[in-house]
């Protein structure tokens, strides 16, 4: 046991996958796991006792070590038993790591590069030595992935990992495994406080959406609370469900989730100082009522959040236009006058006919061409949109169409432009409020 791996204490699924890994890339490396590892990785484990074989630090003479592989950590005190051969100088260090923050082991040879997942850096190298790997690894070595990066939807997720990713479904990683082993940990703990909830839920009907709100004093840390909101959301069945749960230190945590575009979770959890993406949102409070917590998230679903912004809204306004007759040649110039790449071309009542843009010069060949009316060119086919529409439906129909301008029509008469910065402006929380 001259070479040895070892990773973080509270080994999670890229702290494992990264450590198996290395046994294939340093071949007679055998892994030695802190003792905590996290529920879930400990559930694998004892089932895949015979496939990936891990060893406790009382299992090996440590005087034997001779090289000490270091994967997904790059800090001694992290580190399980194990740490005790710090500033041994007869023993070779190798690190594997992801995070930045300043460590203190020292390597004689690292791959430290900031990615989702450490596994991404160690299947790059499997991948440029042409190691064979089994599909169960494979598997594995996809959950570290998808863990560390929320199944790659996490912001920290580069290129890298999604190209990892295709590598191992390539090389057959299972995804209803993946799946199963990812499914986060809902215990005892859990199920009580999801039971508590539900006890004195009640269903609001706000701004057209149902709702609900529940509250309860938790004491000590509790895992996965998100989780729990989950699936309270889905046993209420509520377009938005809130849950507020109050510490003995006079702390209050808040965390909503939403099932429908219109209520951005995120935007709503901004306002009290948290964050969160449109689906799932936190916050955390401090020396609160928490009577006025709720009253602020129904204020916030009501729509002084973003829940009721419609196209008419958002829309630039006045449009300019331009008469079916005029010549192309001056549309050229008022194009490049404005500054924008299409305009609509409108007849005398206010009708749109059609869209004549920067491409639709392309069809021109002779410079005689230039003097002939604009609706000699216009493409007729006009994508329009009501301005009682979501701005998500809008996003869709500039995506589906490939075009970064929606005339915004009410009863057959154009009142506005929806622009691709309008849609921008409202994704990204840049209203002004
Ligand atoms: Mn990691």
Redesign the pocket.
Known sequence: MEQVVTTHRNT?F??LASSVCATLLYPGAVVVLPRAVNPNVRAFLSIHKDVFETLTWDEIPPDGVRRLIVV?VNQWSRLGRIRSLRGRTDMDVILWD?HLIEGDIEARWSCVRPMG??ITLMIQRLAEAEIPFSPMHATLFLAGLYE?TGSLMFPSTTAEDARAAAFLLEHEADLNIVGNLLRPAYGERQKEILFNMLQGAERLFVSGYTVSVSRQAISGHVNSLSVVVHMYRQIMNVDAAFGIFTTPDDRCIVIGRSGIDALDMGAIMRNLGGGGHPGAGSALLKSVNPDSITEMLLDLVRGNGQASVRVGDLMSFPVDTIPPETPMREVAMLLREKGCTGLPVVDGDGKIQGVISRRDFRKLRKDAQLDAPVKAYMSRSVVTIDPSKSPMQAARLMVRHDIGRLPVVENERLIGIMTRSDAMTYFYDLLPT
Do not use: E, F, R
Request: aromatic content about 0%.
């Open positions: 999670d890229d702290a997904d992801h997942a450490t560390d």
